[in-house]
């Protein structure tokens, strides 16, 4: 059975610090990248970090120098550091595991995080 689980969202203050972290597990194919995308109320989702191999890491502009995606490639878990949070980076965040193999891809429940005074 695929899970693809996230965990860490919260309730944080501007220019607060969030750690997201997902765990991909019973996938049978090799995973080519794990991203983590979000959805704020009234959005559409957007791409918000992608880390490629384990190796390569691409960022939305709207996040580069505050976010910092990692992970551990044989494990297929990914984790998000995200710092200096302003209110619209309030969105629920899914964690997507992109296989080897065209079209087929994972998606997690989501986690919420809300960035308020």
């Known amino acids: 059975q695929v899970q693809v689980v996230e965990s860490g969202g919260g309730l944080v203050q501007p220019g607060g610090s969030l750690r997201l972290s997902c765990a991909a597990s019973?996938?049978?194919?090799?995973?080519?990248?794990m991203s983590w995308y979000r959805r704020a109320p009234g959005k559409e989702r957007e791409l918000v970090a992608r880390l490629i191999s384990g190796r390569r890491a691409e960022y939305a502009d709207s996040v580069k120098g505050r976010f910092t995606i990692s992970g551990d490639n044989a494990e297929n878990t990914v984790y998000l550091q995200m710092n200096s949070l302003k209110p619209e980076d309030t969105a629920a965040y899914y964690c997507?595991?992109?296989?080897?193999?065209?079209?087929?891809?994972?998606w997690g429940q989501g986690t919420q995080v809300t960035v308020s005074s």
């Open positions: 997507n595991a992109q296989t080897a193999i065209a079209g087929i891809d994972y």
């Open positions: 019973g996938i049978k194919f090799s995973i080519y990248a």
